[in-house]
């Protein structure tokens, strides 16, 4: 049952109009599984009269829900229940003008919604608490004690370097496909974080300890603070990368089986941290890449071609004689799209190109200058073959 109480909080939640104690109070009744229910019911049936039924176009209603969400891109929102709610009640809104309801139970809703948001930037922390870090706005997030562990603005996080704490806390920042993101961390050290990684890194350094952070996957490039007492060290998996203060690039996708580390400015040391009886390690200079392979055990250290490397920063894709199926797992990362290539003979063509603002169908319009091919598009997904009329 509704109280009146309770449903006078609904309809100010529903209108951005609740009071903190509203919200609080809403929350703590929303807690049972029973009263979600009622809460969309409510939403459904005061909402839904006299609606007409129209086509379903589902695509342009995922659209709308997108839009709906992104108009709190200001603050930095809680990735909770609570939060889901509220979307998936305006959600419901919006399915009212689509005549579809019927056909989406409240668990499916509140998929959808999260789904939408998990397109975005998000940090998680320690306790659990994960946090949507959309692209615009500005905001400061503090601990209980009221002290700011960071400020947010735009495509960037600056965490305090005066927090005091002597605990090791640890923040995972997840990047999806499509973006890019930026740190500062608590020691001035700079970060940009490439599409589709995982980074782990220290709310705080602690005094006497190694600054270290995990590339848990993906591409990172680091403008590491000096300080001579305390090294810097990225792990991946089973390779460290230690330095005092450099400026180098990690890229460790899964699908590329190797991890490469480009060294723009500085030194680097880098070794085996696995457990296998012979320790490999080796040290580069700058305007070379270590190669790390774990079936092999050892690193290769050659040239490296920092442009086309390390572009990314700046949201360039440059190619330079690439095989056109690796191009494939690069333009995914960066467009966030699903590319399925159906002509063997064309994943091995080389491509060399530079991208800097264009769009996904922009660039395959350019790359079918100089190799024929023909493209549909649907979606995210793109299908791509061998145009034999050229």
């Known amino acids: 049952m509704i109280t009146e109480n309770i449903e006078n909080a609904i309809v100010k939640f529903l209108n951005n109009q609740a009071s903190a ?63 889901l709610l509220r979307y998936a009640a305006v959600f419901l809104i919006l399915l009212s003008s689509f005549g579809v309801y019927k ?25 659990g608490m994960v946090t949507v870090l959309y692209p615009n706005g500005t905001s400061e997030i503090k601990n209980r004690a009221g002290e ?69 996957y993906g591409e990172a490039f680091f403008d590491v603070a000096k300080d001579s007492k305390h090294p810097f060290v990225v792990n991946n998996n089973n390779m460290n990368i230690k330095v005092l203060g450099t400026q180098f690039n990690v890229s460790a996708y899964p699908e590329d089986k190797t991890t490469t580390t480009v060294l723009v400015e500085g030194s680097v040391q880098l070794f085996d941290n696995s457990n296998s009886k012979s320790k490999a390690s080796t040290f580069i200079k700058p305007g070379y890449q270590a190669i790390w392979s774990p079936s092999k055990q050892n690193f290769e250290v050659k040239q490296a071609d920092i442009e086309s490397q ?48 264009e769009g996904i169908e922009d660039v395959l319009k350019l790359i079918n200058e100089i190799h024929p091919i023909k493209f549909e598009i649907k979606g995210r997904k793109i299908t791509i073959e061998n145009n034999k009329s050229k």
């Not at 809703?109 to 940090?123: F, K, R």
Request: net charge neutral; hydrophobic share 40%; aromatic share 10%.
């Open 310 to 357: 390390t572009g990314w920063r700046s949201g360039k894709i440059v190619l330079k004689s690439l095989p056109f199926s690796q191009m494939i797992i690069k333009l995914q990362r960066h467009y966030n799209v699903d590319i399925v290539c159906n002509e063997n003979q064309l994943k091995n063509e080389i491509i060399t190109a530079t991208f800097d603002q």
């Open 21 to 83: 104690p509203e919200m609080d109070l809403l929350e703590s009744w929303l807690e049972t599984a029973e009263n979600e229910t009622l809460f969309l019911e409510y939403v459904r049936v005061n909402y839904f009269i006299d609606l007409a039924v129209t086509e379903f176009d589902k695509a342009k209603l995922l659209q709308e829900v997108s839009a709906v969400i992104r108009k709190d891109q200001k603050k930095i929102t809680r990735f909770n229940p609570r939060t």
């Open 148 to 216: 700011v562990l960071f400020k947010k603005s735009d495509n960037t996080l600056v965490y305090n370097e005066n927090q005091e704490t002597n605990a090791l806390v640890y923040n995972t920042l997840t990047v999806p496909y499509g973006r890019r993101f930026s740190l500062v961390l608590s020691d001035g050290t700079k970060m940009q974080v490439n599409a589709g990684t995982s980074i782990r890194f220290p709310v705080k350094f602690i005094k006497g300890e190694d600054r270290k952070v995990f590339v848990e």
């Open 103 to 127: 056909f989406f139970s409240a668990s499916q809703i509140t998929q959808v919604v999260s789904q939408t948001a998990m397109n975005e930037v998000v940090l998680k922390s320690e306790n």
